[in-house]
Each structure stands twice: as structure tokens, then as C-alpha cells.
């Protein structure tokens, strides 16, 4: 089992949709989580930390479940350049971050 | 500079040749950490350092891989003797030590003919 798993996609879905993304860990000592925006042939870029209590930023919300060991993204609203590849990653002490294979999110005019 | 710079861009090479890539972290960020990512995959974890000290290889890094930080600021990744499942996109990051994300250089990509 991957340490870190995420479902590939692509997700298509319309201009203005509500989409959400869920990744799992297995390794319960993961203590920092965020979310990447990669576009195609750059960098991922950082987008969210992830905290228990619930993140927001404008249309993003992203959440922690310790105890199911998932963490999510919500993207409201979707716009057109929201379209990417969004990864998660975690790590524990060392801030050694293990990522995920990404989500391809494609939004449709 | 802002931002965590890597050299080069893109690199060719045939198999069975050495390639060097640097690494330029941002100024004030302690640690910094070698990727590896191919197409439709997430970026793989290599080989971190703190300050000088490499403190952790993954074992994905055969032999043939060699990284260093000599005075704890920009890091060279080598690559001996090339294999085409060497091809890939090297991404270079840093850091503060606190548990914070990492900032992403553009990547080298490597292409093994």
C-alpha cells in the first residue's frame, strides 16, 4: 500500500461545479499536511497547509480527519484556471513531505 | 532571488554519461530536498539535507546517484553512468525547519537517449 494514496481523475467537471478531492496516509506519525498545485510541465506550487480545525482560502477549504486518516480539498465555484493536477503530501518530524500520484481536475467551459 | 532555482532547465544526454544538476534554495531555508517525478506520477522522494548534513537517502537512490550540500547553501545532484529510466523531471525544494511546506524550483528535466 502507498503511503500516501489519492484517486488520479481526471475529474471533469463544469464552470462554477463544487469538487471535492480526498487522500488517504498510512502512516499515523504524519503530523504536516498540504495540498500542490502542479500545471502541466511546472512545478508543483503550494496551495494549503492542512490543520484539523479546517482551512480556508477564498473558494478552497481543505480539512484533516486523523482519526480516518484522510485529508480533503473543496474547491467552490470552479473556474477555468482552476484546471491542474492537485497533489497531497505529508510528512512527519523530519518535514520529509510524501506525495501522493495527484488529482487532474479539468474544468469544462 | 526569491525563489529556489535550479540548472539546467532541460538536459540530453546519452546513456552511459555523467550529468550534474545545482541547486540554489532559498537564502534562508535550512533544508532542502531532491525529487524525482515522471509523467503521471507524484514527486518522489530522493534524498534531503539539513544545513551540509544529508540526513536521509531514500532507496530509490541506487549507486549510482550522489547528492551534496558542501557548505550547507546551493546542493549538486550527479547522475553516473545514465539509464534511460533515469529520463525524468529532478525537483529540487526548501525549506524552513519547521514543519512548513517546501518551496519547488522549476525542475531539470533529464532525458536519457
Known amino acids: 500500500r502507498k503511503e500516501v494514496e489519492q484517486d488520479p481523475g481526471p475529474f471533469n467537471v463544469p464552470e462554477g461545479a463544487t469538487v471535492a478531492f480526498n487522500c488517504t496516509y498510512s502512516n499515523s506519525a504524519s503530523q504536516s499536511f498540504f495540498w500542490y498545485r502542479q500545471d502541466c510541465r511546472k512545478e508543483p506550487k503550494l496551495l494549503m497547509s492542512?490543520?484539523?480545525s479546517g482551512n480556508e482560502d477564498g473558494r478552497f477549504t481543505a480539512q484533516l480527519n486523523r482519526a480516518s486518516q484522510y485529508i480533503s480539498l473543496l474547491i467552490r465555484d470552479s473556474k477555468l484556471s482552476d484546471s491542474a493536477t492537485y497533489l497531497c503530501g505529508g510528512g512527519g518530524a523530519t518535514n520529509k513531505l510524501i506525495f501522493g500520484t495527484g488529482t487532474l481536475l479539468a474544468v469544462q467551459p | 532571488d526569491t525563489g529556489v532555482s535550479q540548472d539546467p532547465r532541460h538536459k540530453i544526454t546519452k546513456r552511459g554519461q555523467n550529468v550534474t544538476f545545482r541547486c540554489d534554495p532559498i537564502s534562508e531555508h535550512n533544508r532542502l530536498y531532491w525529487y524525482r517525478q515522471t509523467l503521471g506520477q507524484g514527486p518522489e522522494f530522493l534524498t534531503y539535507?539539513?544545513?551540509?548534513?544529508?540526513?536521509?537517502k531514500s532507496r530509490l537512490l541506487s549507486d549510482r546517484f550522489s547528492a551534496e550540500r558542501p557548505k550547507g547553501s546551493f546542493s549538486t545532484l550527479e547522475i553516473q553512468r545514465t539509464e534511460q529510466g533515469d529520463s525524468a523531471m529532478y525537483l529540487c525544494a526548501s525549506s524552513l525547519e519547521t514543519l512548513s511546506g517546501y518551496t519547488f524550483g522549476s525542475g531539470t528535466r533529464l532525458t536519457v537517449v
Open positions: 539535507f539539513q544545513n551540509e548534513a544529508q540526513l536521509e
Open positions: 492542512v490543520y484539523s
